[in-house]
Nanobody
Framework: EVQLVESGGGLVQAGGSLRLSCAAS????????IGWFRQAPGKEREGVSC????????YYADSVKGRFTISSDNAKNTVYLQMNSLKPEDTAVYYC????????????????????????????WGQGTQVTVSS
């Protein structure tokens, strides 16, 4: 059974940092792409960042580029989202999601991950972790 469990959320002041974790089990971690999404009350879900464990490529939404860093520890089957310089508008429930890497030689890297994130093309989702940034 595929399982994704997020942790690390909490309350932080603007300008602060948090590191979210997504612990994965039940699938071949090295062959999966993992994405982070967020949803604030009354707003649509937004794709934040994505990593392809097959080749290590990453993608960031413009809203978090330069502030957030996604990484993967294949030995621990865990993906991290390091969030720095947090802003009140980063307040949301953060979800991780995973699915098979389906990249091709002619369709891979940042553009492939951007499409997957924008389409929310992931079959397995975690339960979410709340991040609240106070002003």
């Amino acid at each position: 059974e595929v399982q994704l469990v997020e942790s690390g959320g909490g309350l932080v002041q603007a300008g602060g940092s948090l590191r979210l974790s997504c612990a994965a089990s039940g699938f071949p971690f090295d062959d999966y792409a993992i994405g982070w999404f967020r949803q604030a009350p009354g707003k649509e879900r937004e794709g934040v960042s994505c990593i392809n464990n097959s080749d290590g490529s990453t993608y960031y939404a413009d809203s978090v580029k330069g502030r957030f860093t996604i990484s993967s520890d294949n030995a621990k089957n865990t993906v991290y989202l390091q969030m720095n310089s947090l802003k009140p508008e980063d307040t949301a429930v953060y979800y991780c999601a995973g699915d098979w890497d389906r990249s091709k030689a002619y369709y891979s890297g940042e553009y492939y991950l951007k499409d997957r994130l924008e389409l929310a093309d992931f079959g397995s989702w975690g339960q979410g972790t709340q991040v609240t940034v106070s002003s």
